[in-house]
Antibody, heavy 120, light 110 residues
Framework: EVQLVESGGGLVQPGTSLRLSCAAS????????MHWVRQAPGKGLEWVSS????????DYADSVKGRFTVSRDNAKNSLFLQMNSLRPEDTAMYFC?????????????WGQGTLVTVSS | QSALTQPPSASGSPGQSVTISCTGT?????????VSWFQQHPGKVPKLLIY???KRPSGVPDRFSGSKSGNTASLTISGLQAEDEADYYC??????????FGGGTKLFVL
């Protein structure tokens, strides 16, 4: 069974940093691209970032480009999201999601999410 | 890139059919077969309903079906049931490894 468990969320002040982690199990991690998707309270889904199986293909939504950095450690079956210069509008539930293939296609499994709140 | 366009709400009575549209451009919905649909109940994780336009993952009832014409994809739910009341999101691959979501449609089962 595919399992994705996010961690690292919390309450932080604007301008600070936070690092999210996603621990994957139940599948061959390096055979799938991975994504971060967020959902602000009461709002819709917003794709944040994707990373291919070998980290050669990485991309970001314009709203986070230059502030967030995605990475993965295939040896540890882990996905990360380094978030710098956080803004109140970054407040959201952050989901880790698996892609169906090694490169971006569609998201087929989701974690439970970790809540990030940016507020002074 | 802009979000895909979905109607904010839709409704139907039990047993009826409802169709939710998702409009994009030739750079996303119209250009690729990687169109998918998700169902999300309040406080829950999105669940994959449809992938690659019209394919259903194992365990998803055949009451749920997908299609695409040009730059618009559609999700049809037939034989509406009370438990179908939820938010529905479309998603599409876009260029440069981007993924786009629709704004979501809240489905009411009257």
């Amino acid at each position: 069974e595919v399992q994705l468990v996010e961690s690292g969320g919390g309450l932080v002040q604007p301008g600070t940093s936070l690092r999210l982690s996603c621990a994957a199990s139940g599948f061959t991690f390096d055979e799938h691209a991975m994504h971060w998707v967020r959902q602000a309270p009461g709002k819709g889904l917003e794709w944040v970032s994707s990373i291919s199986w070998n980290s050669a293909g990485i991309d970001y939504a314009d709203s986070v480009k230059g502030r967030f950095t995605v990475s993965r450690d295939n040896a540890k079956n882990s996905l990360f999201l380094q978030m710098n210069s956080l803004r109140p509008e970054d407040t959201a539930m952050y989901f880790c999601a698996r892609d169906s293939l090694v490169e971006t296609t569609y998201l087929d499994s989701w974690g439970q999410g970790t809540l990030v709140t940016v507020s002074s | 890139q802009s979000a895909l366009t979905q109607p904010p709400s839709a409704s139907g009575s039990p047993g009826q059919s409802v169709t939710i549209s998702c409009t994009g451009t030739s750079s996303d919905v119209g250009g690729y077969r990687y169109v998918s649909w998700f169902q999300q109940h309040p406080g829950k994780v999105p669940k994959l309903l449809i992938y690659e336009i019209n394919k259903r993952p194992s365990g998803v009832p055949d009451r749920f079906s997908g299609s695409k014409s040009g730059n618009t994809a559609s999700l049809t739910i037939s034989g509406l049931q009370a438990e179908d009341e939820a938010d529905y999101y479309c998603s599409s691959y876009a260029s440069r490894n981007h993924v786009l979501f629709g704004g979501g449609t809240k489905l009411f089962v009257l």
